[in-house]
Each structure stands twice: as structure tokens, then as C-alpha cells.
Nanobody
Framework: QVQLVESGGGLVQAGGSLRLSCAAS????????MGWFRQAPGKEREFVAA????????YYAGSVEGRFTISRDNAKKTVYLQMNSLKPEDTAVYYC???????????????????WGQGTQVTVSS
């Protein structure tokens, strides 16, 4: 069992930055690939970014590539999402999630993830 707690959300102006954190507890954090997803009001949950267990591979949605960076610190059992050049369309509840293993397109599919956090709200004003 893995417990995930997100933090770092808030209100920011367009063009600004935020850094989300997701702290894990429970079983060995380094045994899990990690992902970030988001859900805007009235929309389905969508993939944002993912990172392999070692951190050696990362994956991004086209809409955030070049603006967002996912990273992890296995010693601190934490995964991060650095979000730069934020746009109003980035407004959503952001969730982190864990899966034992994923690669390639498998990391993009929310159905593959086993554990989820409660989410943190990000609001970008224009």
C-alpha cells in the first residue's frame, strides 16, 4: 500500500510558476513509477507527466512539454512537478499517482495506476 499526498497548488497569474510535490509513504517508493494527471471542471482526467522508477525516463503530454518538468527524489520519497509559463488552460485539480511499472504509452493511461493522491487545486488567472 502506498499513500500519496500532494501539495503546492494555488492561485497564480498566467506566465507564472508553481512547483507541486507529492510525498509518498508506505512501501518502497523507488519501486513505483509515478505520474501526474489533472482534471478540469467538466472534463475527463488527463495525463500530464510520468517518470520511471529510477527517474531515468520521463514522459509528457504535448500540451505541457517544454513548460513542465517532472522529477523525483527517491531518498525523500517525493515526486515533483515544476510548472512554468502557466496558462489559464492549465487550471485543474492535479493528482499524483503510482504504478509498479510502466513504459512508453502505458505510462499515459490512468487506468494502469494503482494508487492516487487526493489532488491539489491549481488555478491560473488571465
Amino acid at each position: 500500500q502506498v499513500q500519496l499526498v500532494e501539495s503546492g497548488g494555488g492561485l497564480v497569474q498566467a506566465g507564472g510558476s508553481l512547483r507541486l510535490s507529492c510525498a509518498a509513504s508506505g512501501r518502497t517508493f523507488s519501486s513505483y513509477a509515478m505520474g501526474w494527471f489533472r482534471q478540469a471542471p467538466g472534463k475527463e482526467r488527463e495525463f500530464v507527466a510520468a517518470i520511471s522508477r529510477s527517474g531515468g525516463s520521463t514522459y509528457y503530454a504535448g500540451s505541457v512539454e517544454g513548460r513542465f518538468t517532472i522529477s523525483r527524489d527517491n531518498a525523500k520519497k517525493t515526486v515533483y512537478l515544476q510548472m512554468n509559463s502557466l496558462k489559464p488552460e492549465d487550471t485543474a485539480v492535479y493528482y499524483c499517482a503510482a504504478v509498479g511499472y510502466c513504459s512508453g504509452y502505458g505510462c499515459y493511461d490512468s487506468r494502469n495506476y494503482e494508487y492516487w493522491g487526493q489532488g491539489t487545486q491549481v488555478t491560473v488567472s488571465s
